[in-house]
């Protein structure tokens, strides 16, 4: 995701592509130092289902670290991932063309067993599919079930949309089909854990842990709508039907959202704007900064200085002002207002406005002035 985006020039990048490498890498180097098992990927490698050759590039570069360092990587196919037409690749479709050792990509729904250093690994997956084929989850996966043995670990991997699930900033930018899967589907107590991908806020449908049914979420902040929402990836941990699973924060940047409302009587609301933004970190961050203006305040903002006052910011994603709008009072006289003098309409103008008399009479002076 490139948006609040700049050119890194160091290595002529977009900025926030660098922010995405970043957090994969200590994704990958988590896992490596920790010597896990295997590393499961739930979907979305990009945002669109034709990414870039650099994008393509940075992934491909950091995501064979973990099958070289003997990890076994699973990947499904998530939505984001997923062609438009059948018949055509998916933009992971590459990794099984060249028979990377170590990796499997799975596109349907199927059983894989993945050989680990502590045993065989039962998955089961459920990539996103068309939607005229989610239809066959509902007997596909109570067959996978059956064949669980209960010797051993088993996992269920999805990239789906569940029922229950509290959604975020990728309702707007999912490739949707409206298929919404029954969590009941998903709970069968031969899985030992659930690791499902497409929502990006990280939550557990399954309060009984039994089994844990689980969202990672993004590993990267996307949009202000994230702003409060911590990332990572989650480490699990399965011992002797025992399971333990622990969220591990990701180093994602932040964003800060200012909002500062002025009052009418503010002689200064510059400095107020100034002072609010120093209540705030902006160091390495994302910033919007929206300022309320209220109709009738006698002093000018000095945008300069409030920019100014900004420049800490990674970047800053907008400065809005919302101007009070006031509905004008027409003067009394109607077509007799027309035949009046400016200064008369002037001075009709200021008593509307209730102005005394001392502030009225430095206005003449200075229109006179002007007028002549």
Known sequence: MLNYSKLDPTTGLESRLIDFFNTLDFIIDYAIK??????????????????????????GERIKRVPKAGIPLIMVVGNHDTPNAEGKANTLDIYSALEVENMWVSRKSELINIPTKSGNLQVITAPWLQKSDFKSL????????????????AILVGHLEVEGASMGSE???????????????????????????????????NPSDNPPVIYSGSPERIDFGEIKEDKGFVMIEILKGIVKYQFVKTPARDFVDIHCSLKPEDNNPTQTVIKEIKK????????????????????????????????EAYFIAGISRNLERVNREMLEGGKEMEKLMPLQALQKYWQAKKYDQKRIAELEKYASELLS
């Open 34 to 59: 920790e010597q896990v098992d295997a590393v499961i990927f739930a979907g979305d490698a990009y945002k669109t289902r034709d990414p870039s050759p650099t994008q393509q590039r940075g992934f």
């Open 138 to 153: 509902g007997a596909d996966l109570p067959h996978f079930y059956s064949k669980i043995n209960p010797a051993e670990a």
């Open 171 to 205: 309702k707007g930018l999912a490739i949707i089909n409206d298929a919404t899967i029954p969590l009941s589907l998903l709970t069968d107590k031969r899985l030992s854990y659930v690791a499902l991908g497409h929502i990006h806020k990280y939550q557990n449908l």
């Open 280 to 311: 705030h970190p902006l160091k390495d961050c994302i910033v919007k900064l929206t300022i309320d203006i209220p109709a009738g305040i006698g002093t000018d903002l000095a945008m300069d200085q409030v920019k100014k006052a900004l420049v």
